[in-house]
């Protein structure tokens, strides 16, 4: 039987905490995965693009996901589709899930993750957090964000001021007028935007603040200026894909520009912010593991709890 898993079945299901947890161990044992993940992309006769992610593996799972996503910006919501969860046994269809929710849960957890380990230590919960962009992506970041630190404040911008403005009375912050005008008040500075263009440049920040840009995520994507990923602490998930189709393509700059892997960071083997002055940048693509990782998650909870709808395909 393969269990049917909607949006509203796996927001039952789905714990921040919980997924955390497995992002964070994820980001440890990914590269001893023996096969490694592809991110296919293409245009379409159509105003939008089909990608496909696949194999999601991890070392201690016995399964793997396949991802197929229709990504329309102008449509509401701007990306649908399907993630397969198979057995590495015999290759059942165990699940077919939502794309769009675990794409915004992993992709915006994994986003807290990394903001968590390069942004400067915190303790007192006195930094303000910027977010530029009020879209799904930027709400789970902050709620994950939330789960391992505190902010004093939360200010947020947005090309549409309605979103914005809810966005603000859902997280009790305020609204701001630009982009520029967030980094010039934020410690650490989210963007999660469709932009084309910079939205900010190296004299829009300073000194000792971190940005999250998960904009990045394709080719023609940009939201941060060459100059400011060049005098940046850059810490990717993937320096071959950051080069070939994210933050680094964008400003044509080689896998090498790229301090670090935040799976380098969890694992201890590089270094992260060193000097409290240190400008930090994580600009994630997403990575094939990271759908498994929630997929498996959601399986194992929905299973125990009788979530979903168990049908059988090949009945």
Known sequence: M????????????????SCLEALREGFRRAGAATVPGQRIRT?????????ALMPGLLPGVDAYTVKVNAKFPGARPALRGVICLHSGRDGE???????????????????????????????AGEAVLGVIGAGAQAEITVRGLRALRDFR?????????????????????RVL????????????????????????????????????????????????????????????DDRELAAATGALAAVGLPPGAAHATLGELLAGTRPGRVADTDRTVYAPVGLPWQDLALAWDAH????????GTPVDLLG
């Open 43 to 51: 245009g379409l006769p159509f105003p939008g693009t089909a990608t």
């Open 93 to 123: 269809l165990l699940a077919l899930l939502d794309s769009a929710t675990v794409t915004a849960w992993r992709t915006g957890l994994a986003a807290a993750l990394g903001t968590h380990v390069l942004a400067a230590p915190d303790p």
């Open 177 to 236: 007028g630009s982009a520029a005008g967030v980094a010039a008040v934020a410690d650490t500075v989210l963007l999660a935007t469709w932009s084309r263009t910079p939205l900010l440049s190296l004299a829009d920040t300073r000194p000792g603040q971190h940005l999250t840009t998960l904009g990045a995520d394709e080719p023609g994507k940009r939201e941060l200026a060459a100059e400011l990923l060049e005098s940046a602490l850059l810490v990717v």
């Open 153 to 173: 404040e939360l200010v947020v911008h947005d090309t549409d001021p309605e979103r914005a403005a809810d966005f603000a009375r859902r997280h009790h912050g």
């Open 300 to 307: 194992q909870r929905a299973e125990r709890l009788s979530v």
């Open 2 to 17: 393969t269990r049917l898993l909607t949006r509203s079945d796996l927001l039952s299901v789905l714990e921040p905490e």
